[in-house]
């Protein structure tokens, strides 16, 4: 079992960066390839980007990539998601999700998530 409280959501101009993070609980923290999702109102929740266990491999979707950068720290069983470059369209709630085995993009392929923080980006 692993637990997710996601922090660091906030209201930011664009342009501007924010850096959340996802701490998990339970001892096998490092076992688990982590990925974070966003939900826009009216919308269906979305890849963001996602980091294999060891973190050495992390892949993105291409509406964030070469903005956001995803990273993890197995010593403090915390994942982050540093933002830059803000856009109004990155303007959702974002959850973190962890999942045994390799990395994936693919929403159902999670087994536990956050319960989410929210990320407004304003024009």
């Known amino acids: 079992q692993v637990q997710l409280v996601e922090s660091g959501g906030g209201l930011v101009q664009a342009g501007g960066s924010l850096r959340l993070s996802c701490a998990a609980s339970?001892?096998?923290?490092?076992?688990?390839?982590m990925g974070w999702f966003r939900q826009a109102p009216g919308k269906e929740r979305e890849f963001v980007a996602a980091?294999?266990?060891?973190?050495?491999?992390?892949y993105y979707a291409d509406s964030v990539k070469g903005r956001f950068t995803i990273s993890r720290d197995n010593v403090k069983n915390t994942v982050y998601l540093q933002m830059n470059s803000l856009k109004p369209e990155d303007t959702a709630v974002y959850y973190c999700?962890?999942?045994?085995?390799?990395?994936?993009?693919?929403?159902?392929?999670?087994?536990?998530w956050g319960q989410g923080t929210q990320v407004t980006v304003s024009s």
């Open positions: 999700a962890a999942r045994t085995g390799r990395t994936s993009s693919y929403t159902s392929s999670y087994d536990y």
């Open positions: 339970g001892r096998t923290f490092s076992s688990y390839s």
């Open positions: 980091i294999s266990w060891i973190g050495t491999s992390t």
